[in-house]
């Protein structure tokens, strides 16, 4: 039987990636969270399963000593991902993503654990090179609010390769695009479930600038599937893992409004700073070494995801 450590385990990703992880015989899976943005509700169908366990804790704090069972696998997913959450602590979230990610890696040496980390295409920053191929390097604000997510995740990944080169840690990482889906909180604030729940309230859709700005959108069930292959690859560099179909924010709005038959009107407001202007990854990687390419469109992944909001 391999155990399987899932940090931020009761998050949006987290919650799907633990039940894929359960549905894959002989796993048994630990689920790590400080329920900061993570919620028991997300994990319900998963607490009676005699093989999957809940810790609370943070990672910011060491992990040595706080899970007493030999771990194979570790799922560093631990980190809030809208920018009102990751901005609403920026010390807490850059901490998560250097001291946080130490102790992880360091539970992962003494268990002599493969480790995957849940990068982010926000390593690109504001990207000049369109679509984001593994290869560029990036176009970071040191000093603006997303650096501690932005920054964070560029020394997370740092990080796991000075591991990899000094200790001969068994890495993953993966560089996550824009995914929504079931599970997304309420109150989670990112685009797709800001129109959602706005449009089935009939209430103004608010886009940030004039609309223009691109996005690829994932569903929730392709991204997980993807993790879990990059995890059984041997791929040590950073795989691109997301649905190269892209849009505006503009289109997206239009779409949430025709599906759910709202009479929403569309409202405009300032553009946060730093918003990247155009996002599209290049998943030529996660084709060639993992066979994986998303298989839900956007209407199809709107048309799951409207219901879970509605209800
Ligand atoms: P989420 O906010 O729903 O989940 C994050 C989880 O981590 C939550 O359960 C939260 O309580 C927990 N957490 C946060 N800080 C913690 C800490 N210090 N110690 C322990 N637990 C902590 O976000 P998500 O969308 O599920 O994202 C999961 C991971 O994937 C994050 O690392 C995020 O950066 C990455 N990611 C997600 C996306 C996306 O579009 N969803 C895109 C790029 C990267
Ligand atoms: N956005 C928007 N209205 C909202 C929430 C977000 O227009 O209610 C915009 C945001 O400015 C950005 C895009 O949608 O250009 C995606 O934002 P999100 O927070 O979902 O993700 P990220 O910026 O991290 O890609």
Known sequence: ??????????????????????????????????????????????ESNPNFKIVSHDITDPLIGKISEHVDEIYNLACPASPIHYQFDPIETIKSNTVGVVNVLEFARVNGAKILQASTSEIYGDPEVHPQVESYNGN??????????????????TLF????????????????????GTNMARDDGRVVSNFIIQALNNKPITIY???????????????????????????????????????????????VIEITGSSSEI???????????????????AKTVLNWSPKVNLNDGLKITIPYFDN
């Open 209 to 255: 600038g004039d609309g223009n700005q691109t996005r690829s959108f994932c569903y929730v069930s392709d991204l997980v599937e993807g993790l879990y292959l990059t995890m059984t690859s041997g791929e040590i560099m950073p795989i691109n893992l997301g649905n190269p179909d892209e849009f505006t924010i503009k289109d997206l709005a239009e779409k």
């Open 140 to 157: 970071v604000n040191t000093l603006g609010p997303r650096a501690c997510y932005d920054e964070g995740k560029r020394v997370a990944e």
């Open 161 to 180: 390769m000075d591991y990899h080169r000094k200790y001969n840690l068994d890495i993953r990482i993966v560089r996550i695009f824009n995914t929504y």
């Open 267 to 285: 409202v405009y407001r300032e553009l946060p700073i730093d918003d990247p202007k155009q996002r599209q990854p290049d998943i030529g990687r």
């Open 1 to 46: 039987m391999r155990t399987i450590l899932v940090t931020g385990g009761a998050g949006f990703l987290g919650s799907h990636l633990c039940k894929l992880l359960l549905e894959h015989n002989g796993n048994k899976v630990i689920c790590l969270d400080n329920f900061f943005t993570g919620k028991i509700d997300n994990l319900r169908d998963l």
